[in-house]
């Protein structure tokens, strides 16, 4: 469901996946707020607001084999003894609208229900429409009355407005649209980013209609800063598809449609580590800002990531970004994990930080000898504060460190 630890977001492989204390409330509300950027960043942001309390998150994928339904309320229970007060998780457009306007909300109540009982906020991402309203019947290409420019896009304000009003009184706050649409072939197939603008319109307005309070995020896109891509020259040519995938990134940057129907900038900043991540989530600002005439929006890292398994950490990638620092098994990881975060609670305008994930999404702690290098880093292998035993990680005391404030 979605991409980890990939090096360079809008110009590499493909694209990637503090010690401010955590907020005391689940029903967190976040408001404009900005701060200055570390000198190392390309950009310089500055608001005279105060910097809030950094919220502290953990990306939950409940469709992997690990987890299911059956285990999601353990592993809410993890993220709630650690520290967390959030939860990133994808719902379920298909099985929640199987047929053209009728409802099931089993799923979506129980995971609200269980939410609410660890007291964790809840980053809702719409997932992928059903068969009936997906072009040529792809569930991963845009919806076939949302895919073009000028498209009523009836199907997506049906079910928007359907979920907040069922679901506002459970606990949503937060709707994350589609995970990283940039990675086109996977996400937003067929589809451009014009379309997908319309879409993020869309969503915004119809969200804003029923609740006025609610707030949209973008789903991970993020701009790329000068340092990272003078790294990526050094691994090799870039193909085609990662031309396009930053053409499309830069495309949203650049389209007010979709930089003004952004309440929280949804950035990913995976396993950039504590020197880069600032400078993506600088850079991001930068963007976002000269896009939407001025307006200053509050930061949500919804994706940092790094794997435990040594083999990965020895890769040639993190040579050259990372120096080799963060090597060791569950150590480097948890080390990696305490300096990205402190790095990235550093700017005030980054009011969220989660984890990608909780549960490793592989059972085999050893990469297989046939899988290649995007494919491995693409599915997170090893990225887990826990493994797909549901035994803790030194990283998840780490974060339980740091969410807690110890």
């Known amino acids: 469901m979605r991409k980890h630890i990939i090096f360079c977001l809008s110009i590499a492989l493909l694209l990637t996946m503090s010690a401010c204390g955590r907020s005391t409330s ?6 404009a707020t900005t701060g200055t950027s570390p000198s190392t960043s390309p950009a310089t942001v500055t608001n005279p607001n105060p910097p809030l309390q950094t919220v502290y998150g953990i990306d939950v994928n409940q469709f992997d084999s690990d987890i299911g339904a059956s285990n999601l309320a353990k592993v809410l229970k993890l993220i709630e003894e650690a520290g967390g007060a959030a939860v990133r998780i994808g719902g379920n457009w298909a099985g929640t609208e199987p047929s053209n306007g009728m409802f099931n909300w089993t799923a979506i109540d129980r995971l609200f229900s269980l939410a609410q009982a660890d007291k964790l906020t809840v980053l809702f991402e719409l997932g992928n429409e059903p068969v009936w309203d997906a072009t040529g019947g792809n569930t991963s290409a845009p919806p076939i009355d949302c895919n073009s420019t000028t498209a009523s896009c009836s199907s997506v304000k049906n079910y928007v407005t359907a979920l907040v009003n069922h679901c506002k009184s459970e606990g949503l706050q937060y709707i994350i649209t589609r995970n990283e649409p940039q990675n086109f072939n996977k996400n937003w197939v067929g589809g451009s980013a014009a379309t997908f603008a319309h879409f993020q319109q869309v969503v915004f307005q119809t969200a804003h209609t029923a609740d006025p309070g609610i707030k949209i ?30 053409a499309f990134a830069r495309s949203l940057y650049s389209n007010p449609q979709w930089c003004d129907s952004i309440d929280i900038l949804d950035i990913h900043v ?24 001025g307006r200053h929006l509050p930061v949500w890292v919804t994706e940092v990531g790094y794997p435990s398994t040594p083999s990965l950490q020895n890769s040639a990638v993190y040579s050259i970004e990372l120096g080799g620092k963060y090597r060791g098994g569950e150590v480097g990881q948890a080390d ?34 046939d899988s290649s290098y995007n494919k491995t880093f693409s599915e997170g292998f090893g990225a887990g504060l826990a493994y797909s035993n549901y035994e803790t990680k030194a990283s998840y005391q780490a974060y339980r460190n740091i969410a807690q404030g110890t």
């Open 336 to 369: 990696f994990l305490t300096d990205t975060f402190n790095a990235l609670a550093k700017d005030s305008n980054v009011t969220g930080i989660d984890w990608t994930f909780m549960i490793d999404p592989n059972t085999a702690q050893t990469p297989p000898p």
């Open 217 to 246: 995020l973008n789903g991970g896109t993020e701009a790329v800063p000068l340092s990272l891509e003078a790294i990526r020259s050094r691994l090799g040519p870039i193909t085609p598809y990662e031309n396009e995938v930053s």
């Open 26 to 31: 689940p029903n967190v509300t976040v408001n």
């Open 270 to 293: 995976g396993d950039h580590g504590p020197i880069y991540s600032p400078q993506i989530v600088d850079a991001s600002e930068k963007a976002v800002t000269s896009c939407d005439g």
